[in-house]
């Protein structure tokens, strides 16, 4: 894509037979103004990815000494107690269920 100022010296160089000049002008206006804004937007994104990412590189790195420490007290569970908690999940899912069916009954 050519810069603006390039595009600026080719719109100089040629002569238009325009009946509105006004709309010309508002036409030529509006591309720089789109173009202004484009630049801003690509500076503001490149913005945005930079602090996104030390965010990320901030936050993850207690998160991954959280997740070693979890995966190691997870190796010492044993098969009994796998079961266990999977009891009380499937019990505290099934009573979410009753207690959403019923809250579904009562605001109808």
Same mark, same amino acid.
């Given at each position: 894509m050519n810069s603006f100022e390039e595009i600026v010296k080719q719109e100089? =160089?040629?002569?238009y037979a325009q009946r509105d000049r006004e709309l010309f002008s508002?036409?030529?206006?509006?591309?720089?103004? =789109? @173009? =202004?804004?484009?630049?801003?937007?690509?500076?503001?994104?490149?913005?945005?990815l930079i602090f996104f990412t030390l965010g990320l590189f901030i936050f993850f790195s207690p998160i991954y000494q959280l997740m070693g420490d979890l995966v190691v007290?997870?190796?010492? +569970? @044993?098969? +009994?107690?796998?079961?266990k908690m999977a009891l009380v999940s499937y019990g505290v899912a099934g009573l979410c269920i009753v207690l959403i069916k019923r809250g579904a009954v009562v605001f109808r």
């Amino acid at each position: 894509m050519n810069s603006f100022e390039e595009i600026v010296k080719q719109e100089k =160089q040629v002569s238009y037979a325009q009946r509105d000049r006004e709309l010309f002008s508002f036409y030529t206006l509006t591309l720089i103004a =789109q @173009e =202004q804004a484009s630049k801003k937007l690509k500076t503001k994104l490149w913005a945005c990815l930079i602090f996104f990412t030390l965010g990320l590189f901030i936050f993850f790195s207690p998160i991954y000494q959280l997740m070693g420490d979890l995966v190691v007290h997870l190796s010492t +569970i @044993e098969i +009994i107690d796998i079961f266990k908690m999977a009891l009380v999940s499937y019990g505290v899912a099934g009573l979410c269920i009753v207690l959403i069916k019923r809250g579904a009954v009562v605001f109808r």
